[in-house]
């Protein structure tokens, strides 16, 4: 009956188990399909693999699984190839590298390298990519157009070509920006049948006083030297660091700060002492000598007796850090753990046992310590167990004993407690009481000692 009950109650609980660990259909792809057969039911850890349409470039995962009713990872796109045709080629005076001018299907991700007709400059870069079905032809400026007058000026940047009253079609002049200035856009700009192509822009960069930085607390990390003002390049970073004995203050755990010069003003952060009030210590004590501690100054700890410092770096001292003291001005109570015996026993059993505690380990029948004792006692201090434990109690034996004169039965290399043994010696030229003699092995050794 009950094994029937069990029975029904699986089929009760199974569709709701199931029901738990199924994911919906995957999703279908654009111009790709799920590969692997179809199911009625995708079950937890079940799998689907995507594959692209031919020309078209699988990006993200191949294979995704359903994991929690959900399918991970997201599923793939499929990248459309790029299309050039020969009429965009001529209308542009453009050839494909090698000279050839003729319809073209560059897959995503991959490039092509153009050249322009003859008599026309080509503006770089001359290699473009495809991405995702769209590709930037690059522009070819003949060479037989109207000539341009002086190239125009860019603020916080100069040109670095020599200087011309008048410039042919299809020449250029290239560009840099001035200090800590980042150039946005290409360095070089043509002239294209009386007009130039577009100038690039110098961006402004990020301005930090070091007044500032002063004020706050605050270095440059890594040492950037500068009297007046540090300048960061439009995106890039710098770190700032707390000076020594500081840590930030909207985050006391850390000492150091990132920022990134996006065309923002930047926001400096601030920095304060790092400070320690004297430590509350329960079952302990210290000298205290001051209200306030500093970062790096150190305390001794002195524990009541029967307890240690929690974490004791072996100085018994602790320091003020940025997180606090350290390690945690605590003491703890000194606990010993419940030692294992082999072949004994332990007197009081208890699962811990603290400061001064005593137990007495009791070797079982027929075993002793190394020692050569049944009982033996062991105390709880400040460095675990005195003595050291665990003590292995055993088994009493006796060897094989050496006698002139005589022989014995039986002869074994060991013997074990209570074990006995008959020792013969010979007539001649000796004279005994006995002629024989029966010995036992005892925790003692031999009873009575074996001799003729």
């Known amino acids: 009956m009950k094994n029937w009950l069990l029975l029904v109650a699986a089929f009760i609980l199974l569709p709701g188990y199931y029901s738990q660990n199924v994911c919906e259909e995957p999703d279908d792809i654009d111009f790709g399909e799920i590969v692997t057969t179809g199911k009625a039911k995708y079950l937890e ?3 689907v693999q995507y594959s692209c349409y031919p020309g078209y470039v699988l990006e993200g995962p191949e294979w ?7 399918w991970t990872p997201q599923p793939p796109k499929c990248l459309a190839p790029c299309h050039i045709t020969r009429q965009q080629l001529a209308t542009k005076n453009l050839f494909v590298f090698g000279g050839q001018r003729r319809k073209k299907i560059i897959p995503s991700n991959q490039n092509l390298q153009f050249q322009c007709n003859e008599g026309y400059v080509l503006v770089a870069p001359s290699v473009r990519k495809c991405a995702d079905g769209h590709m930037e032809l690059p522009l070819c400026i003949s ?4 000539k341009c007058n002086g190239p125009p000026r860019i603020e916080n940047g100069d040109i670095i070509s020599l200087s011309e009253k008048q410039y042919r079609s299809g020449s250029s002049v290239e560009f840099r920006c001035q200090n800590y200035y980042a150039m946005e856009g290409q360095n070089i700009s043509f002239c294209d049948n009386g007009n130039w192509t577009k100038v690039p822009i110098c961006l402004e960069p990020c301005m930090i006083p070091m007044a500032e930085l002063e004020s706050r607390k605050i270095e440059v990390k890594d040492g950037m030297n500068t009297s007046d003002n540090a300048f960061v390049q439009r995106g890039y970073s710098i770190e700032l660091t707390c000076r020594t004995g500081y ?4 985050d006391t755990s850390q000492s150091i700060s990132k920022i990134h010069c996006d065309g923002t003003p930047p926001v400096i952060p601030k920095c304060k002492e790092i400070r320690c009030n004297p430590p509350g210590i329960s079952n302990g004590y210290f000298r205290s000598r001051r209200t306030i501690y500093y970062d790096g100054d150190l305390i001794r700890i002195r524990c009541d007796s029967g307890f240690i410092l929690e974490n004791d770096n072996g100085e018994k001292v602790i320091e003020c850090t940025k997180n606090g003291w350290s390690p945690s001005p605590k003491c703890i109570q000194i606990q010993c753990p419940t030692p294992e015996v082999t072949n004994g026993d332990i007197e009081p059993r208890q699962t811990q046992y603290v400061y001064n505690n005593e137990i007495e380990i009791t070797c079982s029948k027929r075993f002793l310590f190394k020692v050569i004792r049944r009982k033996y006692t062991s105390i709880c201090t400040a460095n675990g167990w005195d003595p050291s434990l665990p003590l292995q109690c055993h088994e009493i034996e006796c060897s094989l004993p050496q006698v002139e004169f005589g022989r014995i039965q ?13 020792i013969t010696c010979s007539r001649w030229p000796f004279v005994t009481r006995n002629r024989k003699k029966v010995s036992k092995c005892t925790a003692n050794g031999w009873d009575p000692p074996v001799s003729c």
């Open 410 to 422: 039986p002869s074994q290399p060991l013997y074990r407690n209570n074990e006995e043994i008959e």
């Open 64 to 70: 995704i699984q359903c994991r929690g009713q959900e």
């Open 45 to 47: 850890n079940d799998q």
């Open 247 to 250: 840590v930030l203050e909207a």
């Open 143 to 146: 060479e037989q157009g109207e």
